[in-house]
């Protein structure tokens, strides 16, 4: 039953018995999700910046650039590789495929909200699976980028470390872990791993809720209830793990 | 003008069929998902834990009051950590410290205190059903229940629970063979933290949400009685503030589990070197405090919201400064986010920075020093009536003051160097936010009392607790100000050892007397608590006379609290001693219209605008949806 007041201006809205921001407490529920998400976001980049500019730079020529443990990274001599492409330098091509992907998944949620207020069940479903297919190959990408950075480049970085309990003078390092790594110090790799990996699973997280979303959409739940808002809190977060990326991104990748 | 067409959903047939539903045992009183019940159950396990964290003080009191004391008495209570010849193991010492702590801080003034009033007021007192999302506040209930599940079993491991201290500082708390309790235990705390965060952000997005979407009719946000204002803010407060620590416990458990090096560089231990490199441990500190700051606001203002009330209530006199309250919480709000460094003058901060923090932190004396005027302005020359609640929110005033006065001398970092980490602040942070929280929220319990269980609490016995606790408190933290000005630092185990601190030893054996007397005088209230839950004194509709919504509700609300419509909401929650009026209270429900007697100018002229109010109709689910036509 739905019944329509008029009410005289915006500010009598705070007046009681209405939805002030004309937001239902879900959507409202959501916002504030994000905002207290983004708070925890914060604290990690944070600490990243807090532990990047802590470390020594590289000072010398870009061109003679190589790989050590004393200093932070150039990202682009890091990030280069390209499924297919070994031995060629791509510097943030494949990042740069990942990035457009999630974008493009964020565009396809935006017209699945778009079907949804139409209540075009058919495109609402439609775009949902893109969105989702979208989701899933971010994820993909973020696999093979990890198992890349993982496994490392054909040369070794030598240093001194600690091997299971035992300090191993001029150690030759091939890729990373957590406690270290051939590109640069502990910290370059811990922090890619924590973040980007918070990061994927906030993604793993919304892709599931997607398929729930998109399974209750194609079933015809939200026809039934005459709305599709679930469409949009969903994409609420999903908008918010993209832009989250686009920050991960710039200080990963680009600073 | 401009006009809004607002779309409601109107449910207000089906949501009275809550009362007729069956409910089992399980439904009403484990897995409820009625706002009443899930206070009544904050508020049961922040007591539970309020006696485990207040035995704990006792017994590291003993130890610092009578340092050559035999404690084998304990034995049967704490097995191995007494030794052989009855004395409490260090170790162990240091683990009831830092227990007592989180214990008291997390799990009794945040979850006891906003737990249980949060839930229990702001649907009784916005004028609403239940809260938004009567299951995520289910879900925000179990997860802190198994937060103490699992901080409770950490208590009985042969390590010992976390022994860090409450703020977990690494290196100490990130490498497990630093001492015994940064072993499991401090994985626990961990874990238990991480639930509790959770627990935290689903109950502080219900309260936001649903004082924003759920309030009755003519309820608008300046006719809010300063207890929801309060619990607003403190929510706020609590999702900006809980996902940073979120953030600092990850990498803390990164760093202890899977060989990370965020927080450790270059250390040494047991003649050993460490392959850790690049982490800072300050960072740490900066993260923690970014929460820990906050945190003691999350602690204090619902204390204070509720003091509100219950002083204009009990002086029969409108709140002095409404607006100038909601202000000055407001300022606290923005500035507690800003100050958190003051915990940190001794990190080898920058001094100019410390200096920047340490006028922050001075500009919170003025919205401080502003509730604490209009505490006192509404009590001057009121008709005061000294109910048990109204003498523990005096008593809150009164710590308020005398803890915050010391927050000035400490904020200052010239002297905070000097005193740091010394039982002055051990005072300090005790009587203001500790004693004056505690305060608050015996005085809410006394005070709502009636509504949450249809019965009174036994005054008599109420002025008794009352006078124990609040000379109790003083006689157990106003000494350890002259404490900490001789230098004697807090989580020593003992301070036989050393010559510079064996004086003193008579005052602390004093203070260790009276805080087992306090803590003993707990156990009146308990009684009380209890023994009146089932046999006390039957209660009337409106037991102090007071104005707000949640005492027009039944005297025993069932699911959906009010039986019939929700009552409008006409004027403001302060309406005591009206000049002209009939009674010395007007409630929040009555119309300008119907007390032309006593109505100021202004107000003749809002009879006008209560039609308005009338016209609207109630969306009782805080559902909007917008159904596009095309």
């Keep these: 039953m739905a019944t329509t007041a008029t009410v005289g201006n915006e500010k009598s809205l705070w007046r009681g018995g209405m939805a002030p921001f004309k937001a239902s407490y879900g959507k409202l529920m959501m916002w504030f999700f994000l905002v207290s998400d983004a708070f925890t976001f914060s604290g990690l980049l944070i600490t990243y910046a807090f532990l990047r500019w802590s470390a020594p730079a590289y000072n010398g020529d870009p061109a003679d650039f190589v790989f050590s443990t004393e200093y932070w990274p150039i990202p682009e001599k890091v990030y280069e590789a390209f499924p297919g492409f070994h031995g060629v330098e791509l510097p943030l091509v494949f990042v740069g495929l990942m990035t457009f992907i999630l974008i493009m998944s964020s565009v396809t ?76 110090p502990p910290a370059f790799a811990a922090l890619f791993f924590f973040i980007t990996g918070f990061h994927g699973f906030h993604v793993f997280s919304g892709v599931v809720i997607n398929i729930i979303i998109f399974f209750n959409a194609a079933n015809g739940m939200y026809e039934k209830r005459g709305h599709y808002e679930m469409i949009e809190k969903t994409g609420l977060y999903w908008h918010f793990v993209d832009l989250v990326w686009v920050f991960v991104f710039t200080f990963f990748y680009l600073i | 003008m401009a006009t809004a067409a607002v779309q409601i959903d109107a449910h207000d ?61 304990l034995q049967p209570l704490l097995g191995k950590w007494i030794d052989a010849s009855g004395k409490l193991d260090p170790e162990f010492y240091l683990a009831l410290v830092t227990m007592h702590g989180t214990i008291m801080v997390f799990f009794v003034l945040t979850a006891g205190l906003s737990g249980t009033f949060s839930n229990f007021l702001i649907p009784l007192q916005i004028g609403a059903r ?98 929801i204002w309060a619990f607003f803010l403190t929510a706020i407060i609590g999702i900006l503030s809980f996902p940073v620590l979120f953030a600092a416990a990850l990498l803390l458990v990164f760093d202890r589990s899977f060989g990370t090096s965020f927080y450790l560089s270059e250390i040494y231990i047991g003649g050993e070197a460490l392959p850790n490199v690049g982490g800072s441990p300050i960072l740490y500190q900066h993260l923690f405090w970014f929460l820990g700051h906050p945190e003691v606001y999350i602690v204090l203002l619902p204390a204070l919201g509720i003091t509100s009330e219950i002083i204009a209530t009990n002086s029969r006199k409108p709140i002095f400064g409404y607006k100038a309250m909601i202000i000055s919480m407001m300022g606290i709000t923005v500035l507690s986010f800003v100050v958190w460094a003051h915990h940190m003058f001794v990190s080898g901060l920058n001094p100019f920075l410390g200096s920047i923090f340490m006028f922050l932190t001075l500009i919170i004396a003025i919205p ?95 002025y008794i607790h009352f006078w124990f606790t609040f000379v109790g408190v003083y006689l157990v933290f106003f000494p350890m100000h002259y404490i900490g000005i001789a230098g004697f630092p807090r989580r020593y185990y003992s301070f036989t050892n050393f010559d510079a601190f064996s004086g003193f030893t008579d005052l602390n054996a004093f203070i260790s007397v009276a805080a087992i007397v306090t803590l003993f005088a707990q156990f009146i209230f ?46 403001w929650p302060y309406d005591y001693s009206k000049p002209g009026a009939e009674e010395d209270f007007i409630p929040q429900t009555v119309p300008y219209s119907q007390t032309m007697d006593s109505n100021l100018p202004h107000e003749n002229d809002l009879i006008e605008l209560e039609g308005e109010i009338d016209e609207i109709v109630v969306d009782e689910t805080g559902e909007y949806i917008e159904h596009d036509s095309h």
């Excluded at chain 1, 299971?164 to 091939?174: K, P, T, V």
């Excluded at chain 2, 198994?146 to 690494?170: C, D, K, N, Q, R």
């Excluded at chain 2, 300090?428 to 505690?438: I, K, N, P």
Aim: aromatic share 16%; charged share 10%; glycine share 10%.
């Design chain 1, 109 to 184: 949620m935006v017209l699945a909200v778009e079907a949804g207020h139409r209540m075009d069940k058919k495109n609402v479903v439609k775009w949902m699976l893109w969105t989702i297919i979208g989701g899933i190959c971010f994820l993909s990408c973020q696999a093979w980028e990890w198992s890349h950075f993982i496994t490392g480049t054909d040369t070794a970085t030598v240093a001194d470390v600690v091997v299971n309990g035992r300090w191993q003078e001029n150690y030759e390092i091939f890729g990373a872990g957590l406690t270290f790594n051939q590109y640069g």
């Design chain 2, 13 to 73: 047939d089906h949501s009275h069929d809550h009362e007729h539903h069956h409910e089992t045992f399980i439904t009403k009183y484990i897995f409820s998902t009625d706002h009443k019940m899930i206070a009544k159950q904050f508020l049961l396990t922040g007591m539970f834990w309020a006696i485990i964290g207040g035995a704990m003080s006792s017994i590291f009191r003993l130890q610092l009051g009578f340092p050559d004391a035999d404690l084998g008495w």
């Design chain 2, 130 to 227: 239940d809260m938004a999302s009567g299951f995520m506040n289910m879900l925000s209930y179990w997860f802190f229940f198994l937060s103490g599940v699992v901080m409770f079993i950490s208590l009985f491991l042969e390590t010992g629970p976390a022994s860090g201290g409450w703020v977990v500082y690494p290196p100490l708390s990130a490498l497990p063979q630093a001492m015994p309790g940064s072993g499991l235990g401090m994985t626990m705390w961990l874990v238990a933290m991480v639930f509790f965060i959770v627990s935290s952000l689903l109950g502080g997005i219900n309260y936001v949400t649903t004082i924003i979407n759920l309030r009755t009719k003519g309820m608008s946000m300046s006719k809010l009685p300063l207890t």
């Design chain 2, 368 to 462: 401080s020093a502003v509730k604490v005027f209009n505490y006192l302005t509404t009590l001057w020359r009121g008709n005061i009536v000294f109910t048990p609640a109204m003498l523990f929110s005096i008593g809150l005033v009164s710590v308020f003051i005398s803890g915050g006065i010391t927050g000035i001398a400490l904020g200052n970092s010239a002297i905070d160097i000097q005193l740091h980490d010394t039982y002055f602040v051990v005072a300090h942070f005790h009587l203001v936010m500790g004693s004056a929280s505690f305060f608050g929220m015996v005085a809410g319990v006394y005070h709502w009392f009636p509504k949450m269980f249809g019965r009174m609490m036994d005054s008599k016995l109420g």
């Design chain 2, 526 to 571: 308990v009684f009380n608590f209890f023994y009146s839950m089932f046999r006390g004194r039957k209660a009337p509709a409106n037991p102090w006379r007071s104005n707000t919504l949640e005492w027009t509700t039944p005297i025993n609300p069932g699911h959906g609290n009010w039986p019939g419509e929700i009552p409008a909401v006409y004027r």
